[in-house]
């Protein structure tokens, strides 16, 4: 056996596919890296045929992975929900897990539809469509998984036609405020508070008709139990 360095995402995404599959080979290279650091094993069937299985040691490591998984989802959840809370104390009213589509023109004027699901979208408690601003908040907890998002430049265009104001929420060290580029805004998520690194740019900006049917179809989160305004 080799010594076994640490396994990449493919790696981890091939164990959990031999892990719920009949195990059949596909030869190829991350199976060579699996069989050599010990995390799959080849069996041979009665007629001859090889198969794949996944050792203990392979084991052990998909559940570690989805315990890292696990504990990233929950990090992100309480900080899509601390920042929900603290635009409905702004005055806002909030959504979580919007399904939108926003339309990008393209240089050749065709338009590129791309669909975004924010992780709060949130317009002010106003019955003036000129003053409802609104805004969208995407939270990243790994860095990893913002600069997957930073390559995207459509997903992230898309959020910023969607709204007046656009906001990275980062995590506190997973990056720095300069890395994410100045049409953004940037909040630093503390273990007890925002941290305002940079203000988002304001544009004017009224929903559209598709927008507006995403909310009409979704429910606004109910407002923080603390709010005073709330038994009013």
């Known amino acids: 056996m080799l010594p076994v360095s640490p396994p990449t995402r493919l790696h981890l995404q091939r164990l ?7 195990g059949w080979p596909c ?12 995390w799959i094993e080849r ?5 001859g045929r090889e198969r794949l299985r996944v050792t203990d040691a392979g084991v052990a490591l998909i559940a570690a992975s989805l315990s890292r998984n696990r504990a990233a989802r929950d990090s992100h959840e309480a900080l899509v929900e601390r920042v929900a809370t603290e635009m409905q104390r702004a005055g806002r009213i909030a959504w979580r897990g919007l399904a939108l589509r926003a339309g990008l023109p393209q240089e050749d004027g065709r338009t590129l539809w791309v669909n975004a699901m924010p992780d709060v979208y949130s317009i002010r408690h106003s019955t003036v469509e000129d003053y409802l601003e609104p805004a969208v ?7 990893a998984d913002l600069l997957g998002e930073l390559r995207r430049p459509h997903k992230s265009a898309a959020y910023r036609a969607l709204c007046g104001q656009c906001w990275f929420v980062i995590k506190a060290g997973i990056a720095d405020p300069d890395e994410i580029p100045g049409e953004y805004g940037v909040l630093i998520g503390h273990a007890t508070h925002l941290e305002l690194a940079r203000p988002a740019p304001k544009r004017a900006c009224k929903p ?7 909310l009409a179809r979704a429910t606004p989160l109910l407002p923080p139990d603390d709010d005073p305004q709330w038994p009013l």
């Open 16 to 22: 959990r596919q031999l892990w719920r599959s009949a």
């Open 27 to 38: 030869q190829d290279l991350v199976e060579v890296e699996l069989l050599a650091a010990g």
């Open 43 to 47: 069996l041979r069937e009665a007629d």
């Open 137 to 143: 908040h995407e939270i990243k907890v790994s860095r």
């Open 208 to 214: 559209d008709l598709a927008t507006w049917m995403a």
